[in-house]
């Protein structure tokens, strides 16, 4: 066995970040304070008649007369019981003089002094303070020093209130103690990756803040996924993800993470190209040798890997993954289907069985409980059904479908595998035909670095026995009636499988009249088996034209031999050697005697009456000492004598 190892990028050789330094300006729901204050926030408006002789303003009313700068105050990196400075400015935004006054806050982690900075003055002179409130001229700021003096490291939120003659609004305060600092890659780009192969990445998640952290990642439902998506890390603690990008279409993918930890959160960019890289098959359409029933052929076809990945490749009777879908949402539903039609059939025989109690019980009391008894049957009957379904229908959800010939006509081998990089892998391709027909079965390679699957078309032509008839006709002229004649037929095998044989019976009226001395067989490939002697006999007991056609099936969907049987049968020839009978002259009222020979000219015994016509009716006569019959080829001598009643001349023909 050969492995290959591919070199994974380190979370070193990729662009790194610090995620929680963007993140430690954002509040609980994950919106950046930055973002949600970028204006002052109004919380209320006031009379401004009361403050002022200039009621106009050139500043808009959704807006303050005062611009705070920073607008929001954060306090980070900071120690118990050591005080840490910010500096609030509040610029005049209107054209008049306007007035502003913070109120003081009502806790002892903040104080805060307004202040005037010269160039040459300390900021925090005590010569330069001056009062809360105090009127600005237009376009001009005021400062203030905000001294917070933190008893623990841990978060602080305080909402500054400032007050102008128009409205009060608030400058939020942020102070951040012990948080975890997470590092991770700003962005995770996984290059170009062949087209549904899956291609790994490690990342390196680190914890260099103050405090541990619970951390998720949040994965868009696409291509992209990791090996865990949660997890918690100590101080300093690092742990390595690895993700994973499986392409499924030829297209560049954009997508983007979610990094969350201590209620907030962080998007990383994730990005990769898919591209078909070059698998093939060495053939499109195979074509498999003529193979006779019952046997099978081998043939072969190449999958070739000429990228630099090693591929998956399964073989599949479906073209593409929504023909497989569709396929099993109509099993799906046949199979619910049936569950609804079996649930029928038990609530049925519920029904039946109630009405049978019903008539068969005298107890009415009892009623209520041999429902209840029923309904507990039926449900054990109705969960068994449910849980059955539910494992076919689960079974079926699993099943990838690899491609089977509903005929196991063809079968392929291996049906899954893997060509690693700049190789082949031989595929076997078997057929075995069960009829005497042309067979097309379409198969689908669905390989990891191809967006369509490889089709293969497969041919194949399946022969039958190859028997033979000697001879394969009978000719039959002009037969007698109740003539037996016979015939003897040879079957024979020619080919290289054995085959079973069984003569079809005519139903036809001269076709009853055939027997066939064997009319069912089998006959092998060699000597002295490849050969059967059957005899064919044939009697009819009435006169006519026949032409029948048997027909000796060698098999299912194999064309039968044919043996054909034509002839005529005719009444049995036979003759008087005698022309006539002379009697010359007679005297009235005695006999005379002539001698007449009938001859039998036909091949069977001939039973015959003799009649003579008198006065224009026919007159069965028998001969005196006449047989009734005639031997084949015999003949019969009759003894007759005409009976004149008047005195005339008479001719009158006889006929047998």
């Not at 097309?440 to 390989?447: R, S």
Request: aromatic share 10%.
């Amino acid at each position: 066995f050969l492995f290959f190892f591919f070199k994974q990028k380190t979370a070193y050789e990729m662009q790194r970040g610090l995620v929680g330094s963007e993140m430690c300006i954002r509040d609980r729901s994950g919106k950046n304070l930055l973002d949600k204050y970028k204006k002052p926030q109004i919380v209320q408006f006031l009379n401004i008649n009361d403050f002022s002789s200039y009621p106009d303003s050139v500043v808009p009313i959704q807006e303050a007369l005062f611009q705070p700068s920073p607008v929001v105050i954060q306090f980070r990196g900071y120690e118990p019981l050591h005080i840490q400075t910010q500096i609030l400015r509040l610029r005049n935004k209107d054209k008049v003089s306007r007035r502003v006054k913070i109120i003081p806050p009502d806790s002892n982690l903040f104080q805060i002094t307004p202040c005037k900075q010269t160039k040459e003055e300390d900021p925090k002179a005590p010569q330069d303070v001056d009062n809360m409130s105090s009127r600005v001229a237009p376009g001009m700021e005021i400062s203030f020093e905000i001294k917070f003096s933190p008893e623990a490291k841990i978060d602080y939120s305080y909402d500054l209130n400032i007050v102008t003659e128009r409205e009060r609004f608030i400058v939020p305060i942020r102070a951040i103690g012990c948080k975890a600092l997470l590092e991770f890659p700003d962005a995770l780009d996984f290059g170009r990756v062949p087209v549904k192969h899956e291609t790994k990445m490690p990342v390196i998640i680190s914890n260099i803040g103050e405090t541990a952290t619970k951390w998720h990642i949040g994965l868009p439902g696409t291509c992209f996924s990791a090996n865990k998506t949660e997890g918690i890390l100590e101080i300093g603690q690092s742990e390595q993800l690895v993700f994973q990008f499986c392409p499924q279409e030829e297209r560049t993918y954009f997508e983007k993470l979610t990094l969350s930890y201590d209620n907030l959160e962080a998007e990383v960019e994730m990005k990769g190209t898919s591209f078909a890289a070059e698998v093939y098959l060495s053939q499109q359409v195979l074509t498999m040798k003529n193979t006779y029933v019952g046997l099978s052929n081998y043939d072969y076809v190449e999958l070739i890997n000429n990228s630099n990945v090693p591929v998956e490749f399964s073989w599949r009777s479906a073209k593409s993954e929504k023909e497989e879908k569709e396929k099993k949402d109509q099993l799906i539903q046949k199979l619910q289907t049936d569950e609804a039609a079996n649930k029928v059939i038990l609530e049925e025989a519920q029904l039946e069985e109630s009405e049978e109690d019903s008539l068969d019980s005298d107890d009415s009391y009892d009623e209520d409980e041999l429902n209840k008894k029923r309904e507990r049957k039926t449900k054990k009957k109705k969960d068994i059904v449910a849980r059955t379904y539910a494992s076919l229908k689960a079974a079926l959800s699993q099943d990838v479908l690899l491609f089977r010939d509903e005929s196991s006509t063809f079968k392929i081998e291996p049906l899954t595998g893997v060509v690693f990089p700049k190789s082949k892998v031989t595929i076997s391709v078997c057929f075995s035909p069960e009829f005497a027909i042309d067979n097309a079965v379409e198969a689908f390679c669905n390989v990891t670095c191809s967006a369509v699957r490889l089709h293969l078309q497969l041919y194949g032509k399946g022969l039958g026995p190859e028997a033979g008839i000697s001879p394969p006709s009978w000719r039959l002229n002009d037969v007698s009636v109740n003539e037996p004649q016979k015939q003897t037929i040879h079957i024979f095998n020619q080919g290289q499988i054995p085959f079973d044989f069984q003569i079809k019976q005519n139903n036809t009226a001269f076709g009853r009249l055939f027997e066939f001395s064997q009319r069912e067989g089998h006959l092998d490939t060699v000597a002295p088996n490849n050969d059967v002697k059957i005899d064919v006999s044939f009697k009819s007991s009435k006169v006519g034209d026949f032409a029948e056609r048997f027909e000796i099936q060698l098999g299912k969907k194999v064309n039968p031999l044919i043996f054909t049987c034509e002839g005529k049968v005719i009444a049995p020839p036979m003759k008087f050697e005698e022309t006539e009978l002379d009697f010359k002259k007679v005297p009235f009222k005695f006999e005379e005697w002539k001698e007449a020979t009938l001859v039998n000219l036909s091949n069977v015994e001939i039973y015959f009456e003799i009649e003579i016509p008198e006065e224009n009716e026919k007159k069965t006569f028998t001969p005196e000492n006449c047989p009734k019959s005639i031997k084949e080829h015999g003949n019969c001598l009759l003894y007759t004598s005409p009976s004149p009643r008047d005195l005339s001349t008479s001719r009158m023909p006889s006929s047998a």
